[in-house]
């Protein structure tokens, strides 16, 4: 049994499908399968049920699974930190983000963590969905992930940060412009601009909406927040959106930005395998974020 045996399991189990675990792993489909019969050769068990269309665990495979995967997530940091030992670095700190997010949450801590450690590298790597950003963090290729908080996710540790409540970005010469507050029944005749089907935050305002029996036209689908409030000040629907950090407000501009009373807000914050196990440098760029304005 090799770490490589276990490491190609796990990337079974949690994908559940050989083929994207190749992918994944840079190798073929072939060694990724005789990397998992060795496995259950040495443990004289099956580990993985051979579906039509994919593989899933079986019984004594999701008992290694999840001795296997807390195991190698520790390893897997223990081994970069020696790495950057050895080559003499100063450590890095790899986040998982949306397209907005470092704009929007990070641009104070990202000074000062450059301040405090000039040595120690930043790197982002820009996701299209909060379970992706999630997946990055299972797969070791990220240490921390900014997403929209959901439902429980095996392996992943979720910590709120900021609850953020909805707002209705429109242009200053439309007809709810006027409305210092808004209701959710005023939002349903609104030209929807929103985001992919993927996204949390999209899948959490629909079940709002619904929840109001509204469900207004979608007229432009956007990948991210900027972009969304971009073209409804150009006049192609409306937005409703967070009330991110740093936004615009400039009293005269092109947009108005209306808060929405009765939708429960939207929380956002930090993910990672295990928070107690990550690098310091780690846990001290978090708490900058969250510290931050």
Do not use: Y
């Not at 008992?63 to 940091?77: E, P, R, T, V």
């Not at 108005?256 to 001290?284: F, H, K, M």
């Amino acid at each position: 049994m090799t770490l490589d045996d276990l490491r190609t399991f796990v990337a079974a189990c949690r994908h559940g499908n050989l083929t994207l675990v190749a992918r994944e792993l840079g190798r073929t489909q072939s060694a990724v399968s005789q990397h998992i019969k060795r496995l259950e050769q040495e443990l004289g068990l099956d580990l993985l049920e051979r579906l039509p269309r994919g593989v899933a665990p079986t019984e004594a495979g999701r008992i290694l699974f999840g001795a296997a995967s807390d195991g190698l997530a520790g390893l897997d940091l223990a081994l970069r930190r020696l790495r950057d030992l050895r080559q003499g670095h100063g450590g890095a700190v790899r986040v998982a983000t949306g397209a907005t997010t470092v704009r929007h949450f990070m641009t104070a801590a990202i000074v000062e963590f450059r301040r405090r450690h000039p040595t120690t590298s930043l790197e982002f790597q820009t996701e299209s969905s909060s379970r992706t950003c999630m997946e990055a963090v299972a797969a070791g290729r990220a240490d921390l992930a900014w997403i929209t908080i959901g439902e429980p996710v095996r392996g992943i540790e979720q910590r709120p940060v900021a609850k953020l409540r909805w707002m209705l970005a429109v242009r200053r010469d439309d007809p709810l412009a006027g409305h210092d507050a808004l209701e959710p029944d005023d939002l349903a005749g609104i030209h929807h601009i929103r985001l992919p089907e993927t996204s949390t935050s999209r899948l959490r305002l629909d079940a709002h909406l619904a929840a109001h029996d509204i469900h207004p036209p979608a007229t432009t689908g956007v990948a991210d927040w900027d972009t969304a409030m971009l073209l409804a000040e150009l006049g192609l629907g409306h937005a409703v959106v967070p009330d991110l950090p740093n936004l615009s407000r400039a009293p005269e501009g092109p947009l108005r930005l209306i808060p929405i009373s009765g939708l429960p807000p939207l929380t956002v914050g930090w993910a990672a395998r295990q928070w107690d196990a990550l690098a310091p440098a780690a846990l001290e760029f978090a708490g900058f974020v969250e510290s931050s304005p």
